[in-house]
């Protein structure tokens, strides 16, 4: 079983974490701390990261920490944060694609795109993008992005309804997001092999974990959705497969980690299971076309 005790030490690395002010990133940003990183806590509010750092500051531990402020559903706030963290930083060992958001009602973001697609996958896919010099600096980068089991419940993403063109139903665009940050994820690990960059990108999810992403969920559902999951880990607990897929020795680009219990619901880091969709590498191609035309850049892969 391994737990955050196994993060090998985390000194001279600099991580940063999306959405690292609650929740499953939260936890993330204590680990990598505690091990010794220095970790930048990114937030889309200035005051969630302040507090956040300072309640790790609190609990205490080896690593440095500094804030920024990332609003994922915002291109150019992405684009912002990102021309930051060059300005002040020379390398970056670790990037933990975590930020999310489940089920809202409809909404866009200020590019125009659904929200879950364009904060879960879109923003992430332009953050990595931007700090791919960064990545391409240290000894040996990782990108990790978390996905989620929900990911199966779609087998393809509509291209033409990514903008909410059709219709909207929360759930599956959810799904959908979680599908494009796993093709994403693939992908990239792909392309970085194709390219002989020193960089790993791997997946996780943590399978279902207490935290803030059932905001905006109806207590019917909510219920709906207790009597089936029967409980919640802990946040520290839903960490630990993207903390794995971030620090354990010897990890292979293109895997996918969550919980190793009955359905990966709950447990500790185990090889978890990739849908037939989140494979297809035809997919995942147009994903990435497709992310490069609304972001206005390539991927600056080599
Ligand atoms: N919890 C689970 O059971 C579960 C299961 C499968 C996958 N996941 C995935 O795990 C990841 C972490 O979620 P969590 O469970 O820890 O939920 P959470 O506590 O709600 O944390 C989500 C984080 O994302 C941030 N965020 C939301 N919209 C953002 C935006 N536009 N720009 C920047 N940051 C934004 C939130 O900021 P605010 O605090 O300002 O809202 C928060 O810091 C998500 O990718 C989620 O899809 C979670």
């Not at 196994?6 to 002010?21: E, F, M, R, Y």
């Not at 240290?138 to 033409?160: C, M, N």
Request: charged share 20%.
């Amino acid at each position: 079983m391994w737990t955050s005790k196994d993060i090998p030490g985390q000194s001279g690395k600099i991580a940063l974490v999306t959405g690292a002010n609650s929740g499953i990133g939260y936890e993330t940003a204590l680990a990598l701390f505690q091990a010794g990183a220095h970790v930048i806590i990114a937030s889309r509010d200035q005051c969630k990261a302040a507090e956040a750092l300072k309640r790790i500051e609190v609990i205490g531990g080896k690593g440095t920490l500094e804030t920024g402020l990332l609003d994922l559903a915002s291109l150019s706030s992405v684009k912002a944060f990102a021309r930051s963290i060059k300005d002040k930083h020379g390398q970056l060992d670790l990037l933990i694609n975590n930020a999310g958001v489940m089920t809202p009602p409809a909404s866009k973001t200020a590019d125009g795109c659904e929200l879950q697609f364009g904060v879960n996958f879109l923003g992430h896919f332009a953050l990595t993008a931007h700090l791919y010099p960064l990545l391409k600096q240290a000894p040996a980068a990782r990108v990790v992005t978390l996905s989620s089991g929900a990911h199966k419940l779609v087998q393809q993403i509509d291209f033409e309804n990514l903008r909410s063109e059709k219709s909207y139903d929360a759930n599956r665009e959810y799904a959908i997001s979680k599908l494009a940050v796993l093709q994403f994820a693939l992908e990239l690990q792909r392309r970085l092999t194709q390219a002989g960059a020193n960089i790993i990108s791997a997946a996780s999810h943590p399978g279902v974990t207490q935290t803030d992403l059932s905001r905006h969920m109806s207590e019917k559902d909510y219920n709906a959705a207790m009597e089936h999951f029967k409980e919640l880990m802990p946040a520290w607990q839903g960490a630990l497969p993207t903390l794995f897929a971030a620090t354990s020795s010897g990890l292979i680009g293109g895997s996918y980690y969550g919980p190793d219990g009955e359905n990966e619901l709950h447990g500790y880091p185990a090889v978890a299971q990739i849908s037939e969709a989140a494979q297809s590498e035809q997919d995942a191609s147009s994903l990435w076309d497709f992310a490069e035309n609304v972001i206005g850049t390539k991927f600056p892969i080599d």
